[in-house]
Every structure is written in structure tokens, then in C-alpha cells.
């Protein structure tokens, strides 16, 4: 087992409600919004960083991103040497029971992740730290469509740019076929959302509605 | 935006010029165009960049016995920073070079500046490598930084982007560097590199300066991901230090800062990978390289070839 999959598993015996996904302790349940903790290894053998990780389950890209994230313990490494690995996963715990496990339990949907992250403009459909793809389906989420299409038209009419084509003409293809058909848009969203909770193995977390 | 992009591609690796919606005209037609040339500019060199380094070296003459840094108490961060300029001198090993013709696309315009302390000893080397973008640098609609009556302004004068927020996070990364160094005392080779970066990205995140708080020190990138990824992903590539425009509500990256110890360079291949990685038009790739005395002394000693 790897150094950061068994500090992992030894911070979930402090809370038991969280799951064990790969290499993600996530918090449950899991119905829009991925949320959970999870390590970073550096260049530095034994040291990590630990993260608390917030992302749309109908994110399009088919790794975890850390825009909407946190490196907890002051952006400091955490050791996890086998000599210090006690102690790490002490101050760990403190940490997630001091408050970053209500902060993530807080952002459960996606009005809640548009509120934390959208920006004081998320009024006016105007969300820069939000990816425009991102932001575009939490708008339709949200029950917001013209913001969704302004996103996404937006989106699709700037340039192209290597590497991000594919999704530029994804957002183009999905504002046409909203323009016909609005349940287009939450076809999308299904189908991400499908191929997501089997790329992170997140179908214990799944809230029971999404999961029926 | 995407002029930028696409004045990068024009080697005919864009691969969808094709599938443009609408019949749109290919971008690609459009002439190219590049920013006018910097205050001072010198005409373009371009074996600049590979020969800059050496020439940096050759150039010191310090010694083992030269005196030590001015900074010698690690605590006081801001001595470097709050010196009137008197005491630390640069050399501009190559002006500003002036926009790359149009012809030669992989040139782009870079700056080398050679920090000394009062006695001439070299302190640290800054390079800037510039993305080869006909973009303005911002795109910050906000009004950058100028200065204001009665305000205080560090005075070590490194000035080499024309940034006030890039030259000023170089000269707080600099004088960063020099405590890191201090503290590391003297060393060389691969592991002393190690400890530096480590203690070196452990001050930064502990200072938390605006467009880099903790989050932008040893960021890992992958191209064709817009948004940041955790390090060791496949193909993936991790900066040292990421700085994005706090006055951008995009935040988007402006410079990147890639550490170099002892003889270690920053080399075009590693320039080219951060450039297609974080993949932002205008982003500067800047070279922080420190001299220690035993840096300098590793190259000076090498055996004759």
C-alpha cells in the first residue's frame, strides 16, 4: 500500500462517515459536487501535501482538478515517513474535525458551490473562477438557462486554443442542441456525472436518488 | 487571445483548422504580428539565451575569499528589499531584446540581469524568458500599478519585465532565496539543490504573496487541462512558483519561476514545456539562480579539458 493510502485509511478510523474511493476520502453524499480529502506527492520522498478538494461531478476532464481546492495544514508538507507518520496523521485529524470537514459538508450542491466559488458577480452570470464549461451546467443545475447558454456561447466563440478544442466544440455542440431541446443539458450533465462516478469509484458515496 | 495561440502553432501543428465552425477564416492567415519592442531595447540576439549563462559565470571573478552577502541575518527579509540600490548593482548581460522578426518563430525576446552585492560579488541571476505571444502582457482591465506620492518603494531596482507586480514578486523571491541560502549554508550538487528548493518553497508559502499565496508554489500543470493537477500525473509538469495576476478576476498566470542552484540552467527544452503546459498567452518563464560561493567555486575548479 502506498504512504498516502495508509494515512488515508488511517484518518478515516476518525471518521468513520467519510469513504475510502481510491485515493480520496470523500464525503458523503455525493449528489452534484465531489467532495473530499486526498494527498499530493512531491519531488520530495515521504512529503505530501494534503488537499481539501472540491469539483463538479459533471466535470468534463477525466482527472481530479484542483481549481475549487485547498492545501490544508498551512500549504505545508506533511510528512508521512514511518517516523513521523503518527504524529501527521494527529495534527491531520485536527485539522479535518477543526472545521475543513463542516466547510466541505457545507458545499453539498450546486447552488452552494456556486455561492462559494462564483464570485460576487455570480448574479450577473459572470463567474471568473469558475471554468466556463463548469459554470455554464451549475447555472442549468441551478435552473438558470440563459446564463447557462451566455456560458457556453461565450465559451465556444472564443479562439480555439491547443488542447482545449474538443470541449470548446463540446460547449458549442451543447448550446445548439439546448437551443432545440433543454433537457439536452441535463442529458449532458447525466451522462458526465455517469462516467465520473465510475472514473473515481464514488458509487458508495452517491446520494441514494442519483443512485436509483 | 487566440492570435497568441495560434502565431505559436504556426508551424502547422494546429489540428483543427478544418472543423472551424461557420467557415470561419483560419486564424492563421492573419499576419503576425509582435509587440512593439521594450523601452531600450538592443537588437535581438539570438544566441542570447544559450550563452548567457556562461557568460555570467565567466564574467564574476569572485572568489572563495570574497566577501560574504549583506544579508547576513536570515530574519530580516525586507533588509535586501528596503536597500536604496546603493549597495546592490545589476548588470544587463542582454538588454531587452526587441520583438523576434517575424521570420525566426521560436525566437522570443529574453532579458538577463546579474544581481551583485556592494563588493561586486555576484548574488543570484534573474532570467526572463517571454512567451512568444503578439499579445499585450495583461489582460487585466485594472489599472496596473504606478507610483504614488508618499508612498514607500522597495528600491533594489530589478526591474526587468516592466511588471511592477512581476519585478516586485522577483525581488521579494530573490531576497527568499538569499535566506534560503543562508540557511542552507554552503553546499553543492544535486541534494543541497533539493534542500534549497525545499526550504525555499516552505518560506514562500509562508509569506503568502498575492498572486501566489500557498497554492502557486509547486503547482503541477498538464497540457490540455485548464485547470491545475496534482504532481506526478502523467505527463504532467510541476513549477516552482506560479504567480497569476491578483488584479485579473480570471487570475490567470503570468510568470513562472523556475529555481536553479549551483551550475544548473534553465534550458530552452524546459522553457518550451512550461510554455505548453500552463499554456497562457503572454507568460513570462523567469530563471531565479542563486550563486553561492561554492556554486561559483564547482565551476571555477573543474579539471581542465
Keep these: 500500500m502506498t504512504m498516502s493510502g495508509k494515512a488515508l485509511k488511517l484518518i478515516q478510523r476518525s471518521f468513520s462517515d467519510l469513504h475510502l474511493c481510491r485515493d480520496m476520502l470523500v464525503v458523503p453524499p455525493t449528489d452534484h459536487i465531489i467532495r473530499c480529502f486526498c494527498f499530493e506527492r512531491t519531488p520530495y520522498k515521504g512529503l505530501f501535501y494534503f488537499w481539501r478538494v472540491v469539483l463538479p461531478l459533471y466535470t468534463q476532464w477525466p482527472v481530479i482538478t484542483l481549481r475549487y481546492s485547498e492545501r490544508l495544514a498551512k500549504g505545508n508538507y506533511v510528512d508521512l515517513s514511518e517516523s513521523e507518520l503518527e504524529q501527521s496523521i494527529e495534527d491531520l485529524v485536527r485539522i479535518i474535525s477543526g472545521g475543513e470537514l463542516d466547510d466541505l459538508r457545507a458545499v453539498r450542491g450546486p447552488q452552494e458551490f456556486l455561492d462559494r466559488f462564483g464570485g460576487a458577480s455570480v448574479g450577473e452570470g459572470f463567474t471568473p473562477m469558475i471554468s466556463p464549461f463548469d459554470a455554464a451546467l451549475t447555472y442549468y443545475l441551478v435552473g438558470n438557462i440563459p446564463f447557462c447558454l451566455d456560458l457556453l456561447d461565450d465559451f465556444a466563440s472564443e479562439d480555439l486554443r491547443p488542447g482545449r478544442v474538443d470541449v470548446h466544440l463540446s460547449a458549442r455542440d451543447l448550446a445548439r442542441a439546448m437551443r432545440i431541446d433543454p433537457s439536452a443539458g441535463e442529458k449532458r450533465i447525466k451522462a458526465l456525472e455517469e462516467i465520473n462516478i465510475e472514473r473515481f469509484a464514488l458509487g458508495p458515496t452517491v446520494s441514494s436518488h442519483k443512485a436509483h | ?305
Excluded at chain 2, 127 to 152: C, I, M, W, Y
Excluded at chain 2, 265 to 280: A, M, S, W, Y
Design chain 2, 1 to 305: 487571445m487566440g492570435n497568441s495561440a495560434v502565431s505559436r502553432d504556426r508551424a502547422g501543428q494546429f489540428p483543427f483548422l478544418d472543423s472551424l465552425p461557420f467557415g470561419a477564416q483560419p486564424p492563421l492567415s492573419a499576419p503576425p504580428h509582435f509587440p512593439p519592442p521594450m523601452p531600450n531595447s538592443q537588437p535581438p540576439n539570438p544566441a542570447a539565451f544559450a550563452l548567457l549563462q556562461p557568460a555570467g559565470l565567466t564574467s564574476e571573478g569572485s572568489d572563495q575569499s570574497a566577501p560574504q552577502s549583506p544579508l547576513q541575518d536570515p530574519s530580516d527579509l525586507h533588509q535586501l528589499l528596503q536597500s536604496n540600490g546603493s549597495g546592490d548593482a545589476e548588470d544587463q548581460l542582454a538588454g531587452r531584446h526587441s520583438a523576434a522578426p517575424a521570420t525566426d518563430p521560436d525566437e522570443s525576446p529574453s532579458t538577463t540581469r546579474v544581481v551583485r552585492d556592494s563588493t561586486g560579488r555576484a548574488l543570484a541571476i534573474i532570467h526572463v524568458q517571454r512567451a512568444p505571444s503578439n499579445e499585450p502582457l495583461f489582460k487585466s482591465d485594472a489599472t496596473p500599478d504606478g507610483l504614488r506620492t508618499g508612498a514607500k518603494y522597495a528600491q533594489i531596482n530589478n526591474a526587468v519585465t516592466g511588471n511592477p507586480v512581476i519585478d516586485r514578486t522577483t525581488d521579494m523571491l530573490l531576497a527568499v532565496l538569499q535566506q534560503s541560502i543562508i540557511a542552507m549554508g554552503s553546499g553543492s550538487g544535486p541534494l543541497f539543490g533539493t534542500r534549497v528548493h525545499v526550504d525555499f518553497a516552505k518560506r514562500v508559502k509562508q509569506l503568502d504573496l498575492p498572486g501566489i499565496g500557498q497554492k502557486g508554489v509547486e503547482q503541477g500543470f498538464r497540457l490540455n487541462l485548464v485547470d491545475f493537477v496534482r504532481y506526478g500525473m502523467d505527463g504532467s509538469i510541476r513549477t516552482d512558483v506560479t504567480l497569476r495576476d491578483p488584479k485579473d478576476p480570471y487570475q490567470r498566470s503570468i510568470a513562472v519561476y523556475d529555481l536553479k542552484t549551483g551550475n544548473a540552467v534553465l534550458k530552452p527544452g524546459r522553457v518550451k514545456e512550461i510554455l505548453d503546459n500552463v499554456n497562457t498567452p503572454g507568460l513570462l518563464v523567469i530563471e531565479l539562480q542563486h550563486r553561492t560561493g561554492d556554486a561559483i567555486d564547482r565551476t571555477r575548479s573543474a579539471p581542465p579539458r
